[in-house]
């Protein structure tokens, strides 16, 4: 349908051209208003189709789409990797690290290099208004390396482990995964709350996003969280109160862990409670210049691990008796065995942007892990097992775990981003401490998250824009492990240098030092 003006434009030409008629009743006359009336015809046709197409689209499509593409090359390498199992034995001289291999067993280390490691990343990006103060939002991924779909990866490290948590994270096959799916409920009963609730938008936040050269992704603060969970936000903005521009005080919850459905529960063969997350997200300031940001955050009855797949090595199948099948390897479910304690984890952020486009921030991360005694197949809360003795010389079984003590963590990570040309240099940082327990299982790093590392970790890259829609990157990161473990809260950390010496001992491999040379490209759409 044309709309009103368009029809007055109609009207007044029909009453325009009877009067010039009349003035005028020549031939000539009469063929030049007809010409006329032809082009505005014409025109009017023009412009209703301009119009209706636009009412069409917003009637027949409704949800935005957009995304983004991105393929990466990697070359990974591996220095001084050793695998050298053992446990901790109670003996009437006190606890002893006993090697797996024998006594007096020094591992051999070795280097290992993955020269060219690709994989594609596609990302769909869904939006809909569903009324005026209520928003849908959600994100399917696709995230796979070349030549593989098979969604389950060798157990070698906990970065190989696919769980809910990490699912978008990691390279896990063609399939497509919801990594986001969530309602926004704004300015309820015309107040400055909102709540949202859904797959929860908890990857990719400040700071993190640089790196990705991406706008801010996430809620809380990606040195501490990243990590897909499902729960809900009840937020306020509270800029009107404090005069603090961009303030926003917000309480989270979430579940990470179901314990009884699907888990077996009609065999009566479940004992684990349900893992729980809650905490503040509190933005103290975000002018568009500069960013501060708070966050507390603590895991209730944390679990020796999530469901998850995982395809267990001949190494793993002998540590508990089984014999192993060479390049077949059995892919098992995995699901906790017991609960193990608490986590908190608390952070301060702050980023700002230069009147000349250069952006830098700080960020200061604190954990901490309760345990409570228990321990599961891999160990306890940042503890092993201990096992005990018997009256003629021979290990008998666990009897208790090596430490039962609360361990704090903490981590620093800066950066800065300098624009150059038609893209942009970066360099970033990050330390964490032997008890450092971040949740960022969930970043893309192949050898495993930057910002879990148990040690210090170096990032240098430059993006070159294309054009507004398409950038390519090249980068360097650079690992220099302390202690073992780095992002799994299971086990207790120990010591590198002394794992290389056989003086201390890991269930799963162990390196010193590590570093991924990368390009990449990036398309939006």
């Known amino acids: 349908m044309m709309k009103p003006t368009l029809v007055a434009l109609v009207v007044s030409q029909a009453l325009i051209l009877p009067q010039a008629m009349a003035a005028d009743s020549t031939e000539k006359s009469i063929d030049d208003l007809k010409r006329q009336l032809a082009e505005v015809t014409e025109e009017l046709e023009y412009l209703s189709e301009r119009v209706d197409k636009p009412e069409s689209h917003a009637a027949t499509d409704r949800v935005l789409i957009t995304g983004d593409f991105r393929t990466k090359a990697h070359s990974l390498h591996y220095q001084d990797v050793v695998w050298s199992p053992g446990v901790t ?48 939002a959600g994100r399917l991924t696709m995230f796979k390396n070349w030549g593989d779909s098979t969604e389950v990866n060798v157990f070698d490290s906990w970065n190989s482990f696919t769980m ?16 986001r799916a969530y309602f926004d409920w704004k300015n309820i009963g015309g107040t400055e709350f909102y709540l949202s609730v859904g797959r929860r938008p908890s990857s990719y936040g400040y700071p993190t996003n640089f790196r990705e050269n991406e ?53 009566g063969n479940t004992s684990v409670d349900d893992v729980h997350l809650g905490g503040f997200n509190i933005d103290i300031l975000n002018d568009g210049t500069n960013f501060l940001q708070f966050i507390l955050f603590g895991a209730k009855d944390v679990a020796d691990g999530f469901k998850g797949t995982m395809s267990m090595p001949d190494e793993l199948l002998a540590m ?137 970790a170096y990032e240098g890259y430059y993006i070159h824009d294309i054009n507004p829609k398409m950038f390519v990157k090249f980068a360097a990161l650079y690992y220099d492990f302390e202690y073992t473990g780095s992002g799994s809260p299971v086990g207790a950390p120990q010591n590198i240098d ?21 390009a990449s490209i990036t398309v939006k759409f």
């Not at 280097?111 to 005026?132: E, Q």
């Not at 009840?234 to 699907?262: A, D, I, K, P």
Request: proline share 5%; with cysteine.
């Open 164 to 179: 809910d948590g990490t699912s978008s994270g990691h390279p896990n096959g063609d399939t497509v995964r919801v990594e």
């Open 215 to 267: 706008l801010r992704g996430g809620t809380p603060s990606g040195h501490l969280v990243n990590f897909n969970f499902d729960g809900a936000t009840v937020g306020y903005h509270t800029e009107h109160l404090t005069g603090m521009e961009g303030q926003v005080v917000r309480f989270c919850y979430g579940q990470g862990y179901e314990s009884q459905w699907g888990n077996g529960e009609l065999f």
């Open 320 to 456: 508990f008796g089984q014999d192993g099948m060479g390049n077949v390897t059995p892919v098992v479910r995995y699901q906790p065995s017991t609960n193990i304690g608490e986590i908190y984890l608390s952070g301060l952020t702050f980023v700002r942007e230069e009147d000349n486009g250069i952006k830098w921030f700080t960020s200061l991360g604190w954990t901490r892990t309760d345990p409570n005694g228990n321990f599961g197949m891999f160990g306890g809360l940042n503890n092993d097992p201990l096992y005990g003795m018997n009256e003629d010389g021979s290990m008998a079984g666990p009897i208790g775990t090596t430490d039962n003590e609360a361990h704090d963590g903490y981590s620093i990570y800066a950066g800065i981003q300098i624009p150059v040309g038609d893209g942009k240099f970066g360099l970033e940082y990050n330390y964490g401490s032997k008890y450092w327990t971040p949740f960022t299982q969930a970043q893309d790093d192949p050898i495993g998250s930057k910002l879990a590392t148990r040690g210090h």
């Open 498 to 518: 002394e794992v290389l010496a056989g003086q201390a001992f890991s269930m799963l491999p162990a390196m010193d030092t590590a570093f991924d040379v990368n």
């Open 89 to 136: 034995v109670a003996t009437p001289m006190g606890r002893m690290p006993m090697s797996m291999n024998g006594p007096g067993f020094v591992p051999t280390a070795q280097d290992i290099d993955n020269d060219v490691f690709y994989t594609t990343r596609l990302r769909l990006n869904l939006k809909a208004k569903v009324w005026d103060n209520v928003s849908f």
